[in-house]
């Protein structure tokens, strides 16, 4: 027989799957401050949800056994009997899902109630008014929660008799009035009489609000899975409103928004726990309760202390005060902003609560990004005139404009500007450095501007579908308002919303706190971090958030600024090698001079330097345009209609179907060797001049994309190789070379492929499009939201790596590759190395440093620290890892 | 010390990786046929070459040792000393590597004669002409072989002499003027006189052939690695000059092009083996040798039987007779067209030659192609007027078309066309119906163009890159001339050949020896075999060449018929669902219909219907087009702009950067669930149509596409079977579900992806593209051709499997997949399912089944066959492996 219920007294902390958070909270609380300060009560277990559901809301047939037994303990315990019309136990019904869904579920108070035993519970606390209180209250929460009565209902009641009585308050409200209230109540629906009958309406009904509407909506938005169900907890009440030395309220056991390390918290005289949520009547600030009732606070405080000191965690908490004595219901972690988590860490640390692993181990490393941007003003009030994706953090203020030129223009006048586009491209990336912040009405969270923008630490607001953007007409038309070029918004990419009201900014705040945190991050973790940096901007930044070098520098993004460009479609619009060699030398002093700054900004560090990758015809303008030149100049039989038609077959002769899975990457070096050879010679001479100008050489590891065979990199290797040895650098010494492996063919040879490399970095971002078949562009905006909906999907896995396909590539990569090559260099270079779940699993997989934007740095340094504290590596010697002078494996 | 000289008494036909195919042939048939049939010598071995090869061209150090020792056995063995001036040992130096290069690499003859040991030759053999002819043989071949003298200065020195003399043929000429004539060739360079210098010259000018220009363009063409090497063999010289009783020929054991019993081939009276391959002077048939030479034409005759039985295969060798005495200088399995194939196979098993496996091994499988198409007749004469790809085999001729419409008009009026285009799309399907065959400058094997015309069985030539196709102009340029639309060109996909002359075509000839291999193929092989079929006429075909079953039905290739395209479009334009769903119920019966034709086709075989998988904009026109369109409309203030625009915004919503990687597949049933319920409805309705009229059930397999996650899968099936059970269905009995495994991801999780498939299909297509991240499309043209010539790849992943990468997926994919379920029904319907190299791989791996075009049905079968000969299974139960009463699993 399975066991659907237990015991407060048989349950604990670890059995959270099985009892839910609050039930395990309460086993756990009944156990270290004993049942004077708990309520006695049980759990039905989430198991018994689940089995309910299954059987398509039938509950397990003997669960109604196993409550009966559960309540005959409760009694005894209590030394009441449930109901009893003399001095009747009553009873709350409360959810309790394995994570808190806060409001999401249901939850009955005062269960047991009927006329009958209404006459003992008057009897025993000698109130009337508190009595008649509590059945109204059983009678309306039931009607609405079981019965699913509109809540409205019974409000309308409520107001009508204050109406009525000429009360202000429900307080003013007499005893009488309660009563006549009850019956109004019941005549709105049959209220069962029988007790044991409202007990297991309202477990079923608990039971019932996990698949209800908001319910799902809310684990959808939060990833929780739908088959955890809720288990339900049942509890002897304990009265709040039980006259003047009664109250009920939430403790923290620090201030909840800063950490500081007084308890925060709220509470309500004479009032049950409902009545400090509902925001009905204004609740007291804790601090009060010391005033009124200073022997309850200072209980209150030490039981606060001592659940943390338990749980090793900030704590939230539910308690109540009846006639002057305290009484716990819940406990639970707190929920904390960035702010507080980092505040409590380093508390923690100092007060001995915790060590530094412990501390390091309370914090969301997510949520730290909110300390590194700045955002609206919380406090703030203004209208939020539509909602887009989060895309990349911060906050920014500035006048609307359309295009990349626009914005450089504008921004060259001092103009703080917003680019707003239906979507961007790589065209667009000048406007993205000119511009304060992005907008676009189309793609997720790994779309060309949420990438680009996070990459340079733009704030960024994408798939605001509810902006109509005419570029054309230069309008934005949103919700029935037109905005036109010039007009002032604002956007907070950290919440995903846009206004035009002049919304006050938050600056970002790294206090030193956040410093501590980090430095002991560091102390923590056991593999390194460095940044994805293009311009020596971008590489300032790492170095200033302390990344341990460059772990991927896109050299594609060099020739995006204005003043390469033209060059750049002169190399690839050039008929043959010559033209492209001439294009190419004009090209090579640019480059040459951005990589002088990346280096000179992180000598000492590795700086991973990726050769040329995406498709060619990326960095031409639109064919579209050049299109209806063409058509027009056809029309008016221009002269030039020529020279436009050969542009447009060279261009057509570069398109490809599917670009992604196209000419790009190591297959343009083997069949363009000039491209490489350039980008190479570019590289060694500003080696060495950095290494002239400061004595220091920095550590190239110069990286060959799109690798799917061992021999492309061979060849491109010797190829490398030899050009930089004749530009005067010493392989092994002061370069190495190797691979980004983000093709699901070099992760099944990989053995093979560490023959020709020295390191792997992985590029999980196109390792994802290829293992999934999913066109990042294509299927984050379309597909992704629908599919978890459809439960397919818990979210993008652009975001988190999907571990099953792409994180078993990647493993299977990483254990060839070192079973090839010991001391083989790995790491990984796509977003997904700054987000903290897929960090873990790169720990996990033994990789010896992950890469992400400079921004992401010191979450990446935290999630890194955490990865370790779960999941210790044995033996390990260090993460710094830098194999500058390798085995030279003959090709 | 490595041993890099082998005597021809050591080897064996085993050792051809290390002696070469000549070397390890000579040496096997010393052992079987004796010294006095085969002249003695030694082999130097390809590791040799290597290791020359390796060191910049230098030999081994102790080669010349080696081979001095070798050469003092040989000596011994002659009874004759090398070059010695009483009675010279001369010798011969050939290539021989592992696989035969015709003509690629070098040879040098009569090594050993200089001013001192002609004295010797002509004393012994008292023939003063023919020793003089081996000394000018000898000067003229050393120094054009070793030394690289143009081949034309020694003809214009015999051409010259031939005029002094007033002599016609070579054979008028005299010993004096042949004196004369080698004193004149070495005054054309430094000929050594010292025979061992001669030797060594001799051995290292065959190592350096090896990497010659020819010989590595051959093995680029051939596939044949360039590190095998080439042995070199030293070989006592026999004398087909010497005087009357003496010819060299060439002997098959069986006419080569025909395979009939009768031993063929050539010789020539009075000269050297290289006469007969020169083509100086025309051979005489070997019937003749029979009434020159009838002991030794027996003798032949018998020695070919004898190696014949010997080698277990048909058998081309060279001999010798020098003065009535018959050698043997080389034996090796002829090369024989797809027609001698057939026939030697059938006749050695009923001539108890050889048993049905042995035959069967003995044919190439994909040569087999060329019975199954017509070809241009190989004696007419016609002039190519371009090469492209060998992309559809068969020939055609017909007048030119350039649009899939004005295929269709002329063909209504009997005309025969052939569609010329760039390159072909989705749209241009209703042509390649129309059309007697389809020839495009761009693309390859893989091209959409190759592909749809395979599986039509259209002879196609694909990637004629010096055809310039105006299709404005209607005309293509060709090597200056224009042809114009309703021209006359011909075209043979066999050979990649174009041609305008009117080349009469030779008809396939599928004989009754070519039904007794594929019957006998049917007995051997372990896996079954079946067709991809679009269509009732496909599905028809199919069953003509004995497929069990379709294996593939593109569902969405009945949407492109000119009937379907507008309701397609209209469905793809529609703004809603129901307008979406009104479009579909048009389409249905159209569907349906198509489907009671294949059904019917295929009574009692598994039919494989695989539900709409390309992205929908695929069926819409081209985006071009109607931009055009509107550029006009705005020009002219045309009222039709504002519904022209609305037309181009929902197709570019529609368009996607990747579509490859896009909304597609389970995809669109995920998110437009009421296209695939459209067409179970129509499988559905056309099973029961089927049955009630044959009163037999097709055995229908549903096969959802391009799933990356198990719950895909579990969705859409549920659908698939609650539709189906609603018309009628019974599940388990009248159909099953399964899935195309077409993504890495789908491999890696196909063990969870097993619970909810009864089936897999490997669509290796998209399978190679992903796990490569190769286009098709984009990539066959551009990029394997150089990759091949890089030595990258051997040949296109599309048209041979890439068995380290997308082949590792197939196999882990079946592992994890019968893991889970061990009676899970695999097979494989992409292109890769017709070729013998994959199927080889397939057949090992594990599958029930290939699925393949139709007229690669017979290869397949063959192929299959031979895989199972070469690796058999064991305790196979049978190949017919259909379980269509599955253990249903539950979701």
Known sequence: MTKWVYDFGEGSRDMRELLGGKGAGIAEMTRILGLDVVPAGFTITTEACVAY?????????????????????????????????????????????????????????????????????????????????????????????????????????????????????????????????????????????????????????????????????????????????????????????????????VAFSRDELSGSPEPSGDFLPAAQGEDVVSGVRTPLDLSELSEWMP???????????????????????????????????????????????VRFAVDAVEEGLLDKAQAMATIDAGSLDALLHPSFDPAADYEVIARGVAASPGAAKGTIVFTAQEAVDRAADGEKVILV????????????????????????????????????????????????????????????????????????????????????????????????????????????VRANADTPVDADRAHRFHAEGIGLCRTEHMFMAADRQPKMRAMIMADDEAGRRAALDELLPLQQGDFEGLFEAMVGFPVTIRLLDPPLHEFLPDRFELHEQIVRARLQNSPELEELEHQLERMRSLEETNPMLGTRGVRLGVIHPEIYEMQVRAIARAALVVRRRTERAPKLEIMIPLVAYERELELVRARVVAVS????????????????????????????????????????????????????????????????????????????????GIGALVQMACDRGRRERPDLELGVCGEHGGDPDSIRFFHRAGLDYVSCSPFRVPIARVAAAQAAIANPRESEEGFAKTPMSPDLVPG
Chains 1, 2 share one sequence.
């Open 53 to 249: 559901m299954r059987a398509n809301r039938t509950p397990p047939p003997d669960l109604e056994e196993q409550v009966d037994a559960a309540l005959a303990r409760l009694e005894q315990l209590a030394g009441k009997r449930f109901a009893d019309p003399r001095d009747p136990l009553l009873l709350s019904v409360r959810s309790g899902a394995r994570e808190s869904m806060p409001g999401m579920l249901d939850t009955v108070l005062n269960l047991g109630l009927n006329d009958d035993s209404i006459a003992g519970l008057v009897a025993r606390t000698g109130d009337e008014r508190f009595a008649w209180d509590c059945y109204r209250r059983l009678v309306q929460m039931f009607g609405n929660v079981v019965r699913g009565i509109a809540g409205e209902r019974f409000e309308d009641e409520i107001a009508e008799i204050k109406r009525e009585r000429g009360a202000k308050l429900d307080t003013d409200l007499d005893a009488e009035a309660l009563k006549e209230l009850t019956a109004r109540f019941r005549s709105l629906y049959d209220f069962p009489a029988d007790p044991r009958e409202q007990l297991l309406q309202a477990i079923r009904a608990v039971f019932d609000s996990w698949v209800g509407e908001r319910a799902v909506q809310y684990r959808r938005i939060n990833r929780i899975p739908d088959d955890w169900g809720t288990a339900v907890n049942v509890q002897q009440m304990v009265f709040g409103n039980l006259g003047e030395g009664s109250c009920s309220g």
């Open 295 to 341: 022997e309850v606070a200072d209980r209150l405080k030490a039981i606060l202390r001592q659940l943390e000191r338990h749980y090793q965690d900030m704590q939230d908490t539910e308690f109540t005060v009846q006639e002057g004595r305290l009484y716990m219901l819940q406990t639970r972690s707190a929920k904390r902003p960035a702010q507080a988590a």
């Open 421 to 528: 586009r239906p979507f961007t491209e790589a065209d667009d990336v000048a406007g993205f450095h000119a511009a304060v912040g992005i907008l676009t009405s189309e793609g997720g969270k790994a779309s060309h501007a949420a990438l680009v923008a996070r990459g340079m630490g733009r704030p960024a607001v994408t798939g605001a579908a509810d902006l109509d953007i005419d570029l054309h007409a230069g309008e934005v038309h949103v919700d029935g308002r037109v905005l036109h070029r010039g007009d002032r918004i604002a956007i907070d990419g950290s919440a995903g919303a846009v206004t035009t009201d002049d919304v006050p900014l938050v600056e970002a705040h790294v206090d030193e706190r956040f410093e501590t945190v980090l430095r002991w991050a560091d102390e923590l973790r056991q593999i390194g």
């Open 725 to 804: 040895e004749e530009e005067g650098l010493t392989y092994g010494a002061d370069f190495i070379v190797g691979t980004m492996i983000e093709l699901p063919r070099a992760c099944l040879i990989a053995g093979r492929i560490a023959h020709h490399a020295e390191f792997f970095s992985f590029g999980t971002n196109d390792l994802t499009q290829c293992g999934l078949g999913f066109s990042r562009d294509d299927i984050e905006g379309r597909i992704v939201p629908r599919y978890v909906e459809e439960k397919i999907l818990s979210g993008s896995p652009f975001a988190t790596i999907d571990e099953p």
